[in-house]
């Protein structure tokens, strides 16, 4: 992925990225920075990048301030996060521009909330996501409509979701297909959810050559939860093992 302008490339494989919205960093402080860059360093022993993506110019450059921690006098150390806002993401409305760079594509839609070209913005990727792999398509398409919060595009995503993207069976084009359907139809779609995100964890896996013990296939495919599901399917992505999706639930 492309880093903000000025930032160079961000391709170091050995780097995982925690991506924070801006908001939940000024309700709580900088200690939920901290929290989140310290959690793939200390569970996956994997080089941490705190992306904050915002949707304002003002809040951007106040997240871009580094955050030290320590005594006055001797900072124990210093926290410096990469952020991402409307004033360093290109305005992507072209949908070979979206092809080349699906990650920037995304950050671009969900800092652009406000730009009169939203419309444009999103319907670049929804073009790209069409002949893109389901397992990729579908964390893009719940990235984008929960980066676009309660703003006006978000019906617009939604929208173009629903008909350009009809087939994907990811969470938000499931929720929109289950409207208006029958009360009594809503267990079978539970569990077809559940099978069908159940599949999407493991194909993620096999995608990136993980092996799959049986005893954790079974585990995946046995589970009915669409949440803890969702959660494994995140962090399927980023585990160095197929054990490790599981890594919170152990922990407990």
């Not at 580094?66 to 409307?86: C, D, E, I, K, N």
């Amino acid at each position: 992925m492309r880093a903000p302008s000025g930032s160079g490339r961000l391709s170091d494989a050995n780097v995982t990225k925690s991506t924070h919205a801006a908001g939940a960093t000024a309700s709580r402080g900088p200690s939920v920075c901290l929290e989140y860059a310290s959690c793939p360093l200390t569970k996956y022993r994997l080089q941490p990048l705190l992306l904050v993506v915002c949707q304002d110019r003002a809040t951007a450059e106040w997240a871009a301030r580094p955050v030290r921690f320590g005594p006055r006098q001797w900072s124990l150390l210093t926290l410096r996060p990469l952020v991402a806002g409307p004033h360093n993401m290109p305005v992507l409305t072209d949908p070979a521009e979206v092809r080349k760079d699906l990650a920037l594509a995304t950050l671009s839609a969900i800092t652009h909330v406000r730009h009169p070209d939203i419309g444009a913005i999103l319907k670049a990727v929804t073009t790209v996501l069409r002949d893109t792999p389901h397992p990729i398509a579908d964390p893009i398409v719940e990235l984008i409509a929960q980066g676009l919060g309660k703003h006006p595009a978000a019906e617009l995503w939604r929208n173009l979701v629903a008909v350009d993207l009809s087939f994907y069976k990811s969470h938000i084009s499931e929720e929109i297909r289950d409207e208006g359907r029958e009360e009594g139809r809503e267990e079978g779609r539970a569990e077809g959810e559940a099978r069908r995100a159940a599949e999407d964890v493991l194909e993620v896996l096999d995608v990136r050559g993980i092996d799959v013990p049986e005893a954790v296939r079974e585990r995946i495919v046995s589970c009915d939860d669409p949440g803890t599901l969702r959660r494994w399917h995140r962090r399927a992505v980023i585990a160095p093992s197929a054990e490790q999706i599981f890594s919170d639930e152990q922990d407990e």
